[in-house]
DNA sequence: CCCTGCCTGCTG
DNA sequence: CAGCAGGCAGGG
């Protein structure tokens, strides 16, 4: 489901209702979810730690526990992490409760269970989640068009795939891979040894315009968050092609076409990108 | 480069 | 019923 804006989303609403939350306990209802630990073990480790604070790298978040270790989690494609009362529905995928002390819960919902929370202890580098192999924040200085055209400028693949490359720029997903590519009115298929100049210029300056546009976009209230069940993000009404594919072009008016690219469907407009 | 697996649910 | 879904890892 969610990339980098709906990410940054979830931590801005929750991260203030976490902090100094301390865990009271952990149920696991489907231990896979908890990658590379017993679950039993990572549930202990948590107990009676307090919460500190709630940090976001491309895709990944993760809580930030007293004694210096953190968990961290990807909601893949599915997943959704709400800060909920005790009595609050359950949901019917409800994979990871954490019980605070204040009777709150954090509960993990994923319907696909592709979601996955991993435990690095204090001191520990993190090897095992996929941060270590990130690319650089799309919001970070050395995000510049030498550095696309550098990482990029020889390979043979189309520039939509080359977006999805977390270990390039991390956090851009399918939706906003082609939100960007149809703002710099580049084609998805172009293979990104065939970009120019003024190509990489453009891409480098309107990734993170695209992506803290979409983070502004999405802000909501915890409440709204928790009625949507950290699903509903707002922005989905400015997204231009993603999910438009036949309808008029938001510029030209020449109907947007879908392709596949890469193995992922994408959606773009056959005159104004080139 | 493509393919598969991981999962459930929705759409046509 | 097949095909598809906003992600990613692993294998050939």
Known sequence: MPELPEVETVRRVLEPQLGGEIIKDVQVGKPQIIAGMDAVEF???????????????????????????????????????LVTPADFEAEKHTHVVIRLESGRQIRFIDQRR???????????EDTI????????????????????????????????????????????????????????R????????????TEWKRLAKEIPLALQYYIEKNEISPEDYLAGKGGDY?????????????????????????????????????????
Not at 141 to 161: D, G
Not at 186 to 197: G, S, V
Request: charged fraction near 30%; charge should be positive; proline fraction near 6%.
């Open 234 to 274: 707002r922005n989905t009404p400015f997204l231009q092609v993603y999910g438009h594919a036949g309808e008029p072009c938001p510029v030209c008016g020449k109907p947007l076409k879908r392709s596949v690219i890469g193995g992922r469907s994408s959606v773009s407009c056959p005159k104004c990108q080139k």
């Open 114 to 124: 592709f979601g996955r929370f991993w435990l690095i202890r204090n001191g520990e």
């Open 186 to 197: 580049i084609a998805p298929e172009k293979k990104a040894c065939d970009l120019k100049e």
């Open 43 to 81: 549930a202990r480790a948590l107990q009676g730690r307090k919460i500190t604070g709630m940090g976001r790298r491309g895709k990944f978040l993760s809580l930030i526990l007293d004694n210096g270790d953190r968990v961290v989690l990807h909601l893949r494609m599915t997943g959704s992490l």
């Open 129 to 184: 989640s996929g941060i270590h192999k990130l690319g650089i924040e799309p919001f970070d200085k050395r995000l510049t068009p030498a550095y696309l055209k550098e990482r990029l400028y020889k390979r043979k693949k189309p520039i939509k795939e080359c977006l999805l490359d977390q270990t390039l720029v991390a956090g851009i997903g399918n939706i906003y891979g082609d939100e960007i590519l149809f703002r710099v």
